[in-house]
């Protein structure tokens, strides 16, 4: 395992980033990573490089301080977590010009990149791996507070469908067994980032509902958003989020997908199955990645072309 003492003690500069469009699991190990750093070495410069979060997740220690500006710092050590380096945006830069690159990740399709990886598809989350590194480095908890108690909490719960996907194990219940004798308000967490929505949200929630098609015998079901949708409904980028998981619940259904048109042309498919079909591998397929119950990709096309060619992909599998 890396030791992040040994690791960070001779770097004057720190980076760390995720993966774009950060999800929660994204802000709890990023940021949980910067608290600890951050106190651990008040000395050294620690910033992390990540498009902005829902506002969902303001209120996590780290979040404003997040670097949004493009600039030249050369990093001594940096780490891409909840990600391959390719899929941090703006950020993949720096980790490229970094002396030391680290990789800490879950993903079953990340082969392990840069100078050093701790990558462990078995874990329900990187905050969980995040939580092992901190703990090697900081046995006795010295560093370790509530509010970092609850950002590692926030990144577990939000990847492991609070406890109820099969990602969920011993150890994962163990570690959030410790982080909440912290003492934060767990059950207000889980209500108001996991499942409190907007009413616009909800609004959302209902549009892809009612645009569901199943398909391949009720065995897939899939659901699409375009601009023109979207805009219609006044929604941004962060009022999708557990849509897919929706339309998995779905009597009989095997697998899910649901598409939106993101700004930058193309679309989001967010790809969830039961266990029967490997997402993982259909996203794969098509450039992205994943876990073999929950993956994503971005597709170019009509809506009509791409959803041929997911269908073929998972009709393979059924
Ligand atoms: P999402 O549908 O965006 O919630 O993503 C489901 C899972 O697949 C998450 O663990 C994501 O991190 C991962 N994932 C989504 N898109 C990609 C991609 N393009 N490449 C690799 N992994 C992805
Ligand atoms: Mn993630
Ligand atoms: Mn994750």
Redesign the pocket.
């Known amino acids: 395992m890396i030791n992040l003492i040994s690791l960070c003690q001779n770097a004057e500069k720190i980076g760390i980033s995720g ?1 774009i ?1 950060p ?1 929660g699991d994204c802000v709890g190990s990023t940021m949980g990573l910067w608290q600890f750093l951050s106190r651990r070495f008040p000395e050294k410069k620690v910033e992390v490089r990540l498009e902005r979060p829902s506002e969902l997740y303001d209120f996590v220690p780290g979040v404003s301080k997040i670097v949004e500006n493009e600039d030249d710092v050369v990093y001594d050590v940096y780490f891409v977590v ?3 380096p390719e ?1 941090t945006g703006m950020a993949e830069k720096y980790y490229n010009a970094a002396k030391i690159k680290v990789n800490i990740d879950h ?1 079953i ?1 990340n082969e392990g990149a840069g100078d050093m990886c701790y990558i462990d598809a078995g874990a329900s989350s990187a905050s969980e791996l995040v939580y092992d590194l901190i703990k090697e480095a900081d046995p006795e908890g010295e560093y370790m507070d509530e509010s970092l108690a609850k950002t590692l909490y926030l990144g577990i719960i939000q ?1 492991c469908g609070v406890f109820g996907y099969s990602n969920t194990s011993s150890k994962t219940m163990r570690i959030a067994a410790d982080l909440i004798s912290y003492g934060f308000d767990f059950p207000k967490l889980i209500d108001e980032t996991f499942y409190e929505k907007t009413f616009l949200q909800n609004k959302v929630l209902g549009e892809a509902l009612q645009k569901s098609v199943l398909c391949l015998s009720g065995q897939f079901i899939y659901s699409i958003l375009t601009r023109e949708d979207i805009d219609r409904l006044g929604a941004g980028e962060h009022d999708f989020e557990g849509i ?1 998981n929706q339309l998995r619940y779905t009597k009989g259904v095997k697998a899910a997908a649901f598409l939106h048109e993101i700004p930058e042309g193309g679309y ?1 498919v ?2 969830r199955s039961g266990g029967a079909v490997d997402v993982a591998k259909a ?1 794969q397929a098509f ?5 073999v119950r ?5 597709l170019k096309g009509t809506p009509g072309q791409i959803v041929e060619r997911l269908t073929a992909q998972i009709s393979e599998q059924l």
């Open positions: 993966h469009r999800d909840d990600s391959v899929r993903h399709t990847d897919v989001k967010s790809l996203a450039g992205g990645g994943g876990h929950a993956a994503g990709c971005t």
